[in-house]
Nanobody
Framework: QVQLVESGGGLVQPGGSLRLSCAAS????????MAWYRQAPGKQRELVAT???????NYADSVKGRFTISRDNAKNTMYLQMNSLKPEDTAVYYC???????????WGQGTQVTVSS
């Protein structure tokens, strides 16, 4: 079965950095666009960044210039490098394999990121 397992969350001070990982299994990882989402308390889940199989990236305006999405296809792993973190980045971060015409979408279980002094 398909599994997406996030790790790397935690508590960090404003201005700090974290790197999230998403380990995928049960899918042909290197052919799919992958994405990171986040959900803050009381808010809707929002798209943070996407990365296509060809390496094209897209970011939410709120994280442009601070976050970097990447992938290591040999390890079936996606990353989110988060720098210059702000309190408003506090959320549960989710790994997502979006649905396509030929395959369903999948979510990871999420990892908590808290930015606070």
């Amino acid at each position: 079965q398909v599994q997406l397992v996030e790790s790397g969350g935690g508590l960090v001070q404003p201005g700090g950095s974290l790197r999230l990982s998403c380990a995928a299994s049960g899918i042909i990882f290197n052919i799919y666009t992958m994405a990171w989402y986040r959900q803050a308390p009381g808010k809707q889940r929002e798209l943070v960044a996407t990365l296509t199989s060809g390496g094209t990236t897209n970011y939410a305006d709120s994280v442009k210039g601070r976050f970097t999405i990447s992938r290591d296809n040999a390890k079936n792993t996606m990353y989110l490098q988060m720098n210059s973190l702000k309190p408003e980045d506090t959320a549960v971060y989710y790994c997502r394999k979006p649905s396509t015409l030929y395959s369903p979408g999948y979510w990871g279980q999420g990892t908590q990121v808290t930015v606070s002094s």
